[in-house]
C-alpha cells in the first residue's frame, strides 16, 4: 500500500507545531499502525530528518503509550484496540492518514506525537492506593469478596492509563480514567481504609491538572481500548457525593 | 473555601448542579405542558384561562415560580461557565475530529442547543410571561391569556421561532434528561434502560405537544 500521513511535528512543548505530509510506499497490510510509523522514520533517519517521536513500550496492548489521534479518533478507527493493535488492512491504499498527538492542556506535548501524561500519576498518588501494613501477608482467602464486585474491580482495573478518554473527550475530562481508579479500589475490601479520602483527593487533583468536566458524551467509554464503562463514573460521582458530605 | 463553595465548585459539584436544577426544570415542564394542553379541549380558551388564573393567584405556585426562575439563571450560568471551562482545557484543537464516531451530536451540542433555547426563552417570556405578570393587559381583563397566544400565533414569525425553540428542547433534553442521572450517579444495568426510555420519551412527546400548540392556532384549528 501507498499512503500520505499528515503527522504534527513540534520540537518541544514551547515550540510552535505544524502538519507535515510524508508519503509511505510500500506498506503492508499486516504491519502494525507503529511498525509503518518505524519504516518512515527509518527512511527519515537515512535522509538524515528527525524521526517523528512517539510513545510506546509493549507493542501488544497492555502498557497504555502509545498515544496517536488517528484521523479524528484516538487509536484510530477500530474499537477496543490501542494503536499498536490497529493494523494497515484497516485502511486503503491511496489514503491519506492525520495523525495528531493527545490534545489537552493537561497533556503538554513532549515532541511531536509525545505527550506527558504523569498529570495522570498525579491523580493515582493522591489517592488511587491502598496502605499496606508491615508484618506477614494474611491468608488471601480470608478475605470473602463477593464474585460480582470482583469482576467489576477487575474490569474497571483493566484501565491501562492510556489516555484516550482525555483525547475523545470534547473536554477534555479525565472522568473515566480517575473513575476506574476509584472504583477498582472501592468495590474491594482492601479498600475500605481510604474510601472517603481517596474520592475527595482524587477528583481535587484531577480538577487541579486542569481537565474538564464530564458532560455525559459517552466519547471515552466508546475509544477506550479496555472498554472501561461510563457506570465507573457514576460510581465516582456517588462516592464523591457520599466522601463530601460525611468526611470530617 | 468552606466545604460546601468547594464541592460545588469541583468539576463534579458543578455538573450536579446542572443535574439538579436540570431535573426541577424537566419537573417544570410537565406542569406547563399539561396546563397548556387545556387549549386542546378546543373550548375557546375557557378552561385553560381558568387553569392559567390558578396558577397566577395560587400562593405556592408563586413561591415556586421564584424557585424556577432561580433555577433557570442558575441552570444557565452554571452551564455557560462549564462550556467556557471546558473549552479552555483544550487550548490547541485537533484537526480532524470523528465526533459522530463516539458520541451523539446533541450530547455534543449542549451549549448550542442550550443557547437557542435561551433567545427562544428571552422571547417567550417577553410574549406571555411579561404581559401577565408585569402589565395589566390581562390582569385588567383587556384580554385573556389565550386571547394573546392567538394574537401571538396569528403571526407566522413566532410559530417558526416557538417550532425551533421546540425542536432545540427535544434534542436538550435527549441528552439532558439521561445525563442528569448519571452526574446524580444512578447508573445501574436495571434502571438505566428504564430511564434511557422515560428520557427518550419525554423528550419527544412534551416538546411536540408544545410544537402543536402554535401550529394549530396559526391554521386556525383551535379558536
Ligand atoms: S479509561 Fe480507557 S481510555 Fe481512559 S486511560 Fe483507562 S484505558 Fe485508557
Ligand atoms: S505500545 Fe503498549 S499499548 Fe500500545
Known amino acids: 500500500m501507498n499512503l500520505t500521513l499528515k503527522v504534527w511535528r513540534q520540537k518541544n512543548a514551547n515550540s510552535e507545531g505544524n502538519f507535515q505530509d510524508y508519503k509511505v510506499a510500500g506498506v503492508s497490510e499486516d504491519m502494525s499502525f507503529l511498525e509503518m510509523f518505524d519504516v518512515l522514520n527509518e527512511r527519515l533517519i537515512n535522509e538524515g530528518d528527525s524521526p517523528v517521536a512517539f510513545d510506546h513500550d509493549c507493542r501488544e496492548g497492555i502498557c497504555g503509550m502509545c498515544s496517536m489521534y488517528i484521523n479524528g479518533e484516538p487509536h484510530g478507527p477500530n474499537k477496543g484496540v490501542t ?8 485502511f486503503k491504499d491511496g489514503d491519506t492518514i492525520t495523525v495528531e498527538p493527545w490534545r489537552a492542556q493537561a497533556f503538554p506535548i513532549v515532541k511531536d506525537l509525545a505527550v506527558n501524561r504523569s498529570a495522570f500519576d498525579r491523580i493515582i498518588s493522591a489517592g ?25 474491580a477487575f474490569a474497571a482495573a483493566a484501565c491501562i492509563g492510556c489516555g484516550a478518554c482525555v483525547a475523545a473527550c470534547k473536554n477534555a475530562s479525565a472522568m473515566l480514567f480517575t473513575s476506574a481508579k476509584i472504583s477498582q479500589l472501592a468495590l474491594l475490601p482492601q479498600g475500605q481504609a481510604e ?25 471515552c467509554e466508546a475509544e477506550c481500548p479496555k472498554g472501561i464503562s461510563l457506570e465507573n463514573i457514576a460510581r465516582m460521582n456517588r462516592e464523591y457525593y457520599g466522601a463530601v458530605l460525611s468526611s470530617k | 473555601m468552606s466545604w460546601v463553595t468547594k464541592t460545588l465548585t469541583s468539576s463534579l459539584g458543578r455538573k450536579l448542579i446542572m443535574a439538579v436544577t436540570g431535573l426541577s426544570l424537566i419537573a417544570f415542564l410537565v406542569v406547563h405542558c399539561a396546563i397548556n394542553a387545556c387549549i386542546f379541549l ?18 405556592f405556585i408563586r413561591i415556586s415560580e421564584v424557585g424556577l426562575m432561580a433555577g433557570l439563571l442558575i441552570h444557565i450560568v452554571d452551564g455557560l461557565m462549564l462550556w467556557k471551562s471546558n473549552n ?35 422571547v417567550h417570556l417577553r410574549h406571555f410571561w411579561v404581559v401577565s405578570r408585569f402589565t395589566d393587559v390581562i390582569s385588567g381583563g383587556q384580554k385573556t391569556l389565550f386571547q394573546e397566544m392567538v394574537e401571538v400565533f396569528a403571526n407566522p414569525i413566532p410559530v417558526v421561532l416557538y417550532v425551533v425553540g421546540c425542536l432545540s428542547l427535544a434534542y436538550h433534553l435527549l441528552h439532558g434528561f439521561q445525563s442528569a442521572f448519571q452526574t446524580m450517579g444512578w447508573n ?8 434511557k426510555c422515560l428520557g427518550a420519551g419525554f423528550s419527544i412527546l412534551i416538546p411536540l405537544i408544545f410544537a402543536a400548540m402554535p401550529i394549530a392556532m396559526h391554521l386556525g384549528w383551535i379558536k
Open chain 1, 195 to 219: 474510601r472517603t479520602m481517596r474520592a475527595e483527593k482524587m477528583v481535587a487533583q484531577m480538577d487541579t491538572e486542569g481537565f474538564g468536566a464530564c458532560t455525559n458524551t459517552g466519547a
Open chain 1, 83 to 90: 494503536t499498536c493493535q490497529l493494523h494497515m488492512r484497516s
Open chain 2, 42 to 59: 378546543n373550548d375557546g380558551g375557557h378552561t385553560f384561562n381558568e387553569a392559567a388564573e390558578f396558577m397566577a393567584h395560587n400562593l
Open chain 2, 88 to 122: 479552555e482545557k483544550r487550548p490547541v484543537k485537533y484537526a480532524v475530529v470523528k465526533g459522530e464516531a463516539n458520541s451523539t451530536w446533541y450530547s455534543r451540542s449542549m451549549g448550542l442547543l442550550g443557547s437557542l433555547l435561551l433567545i427562544f426563552l428571552v
Open chain 2, 188 to 195: 445501574h444495568p436495571k434502571y438505566t434502560p428504564f430511564v
Open chain 1, 128 to 152: 488511587g492506593y491502598v496502605s499496606v501494613n508491615t508484618g506477614n501477608a494474611q491468608d488471601a482467602n480470608a478475605l470473602p469478596i463477593g464474585k460480582d464486585h470482583a469482576d467489576e
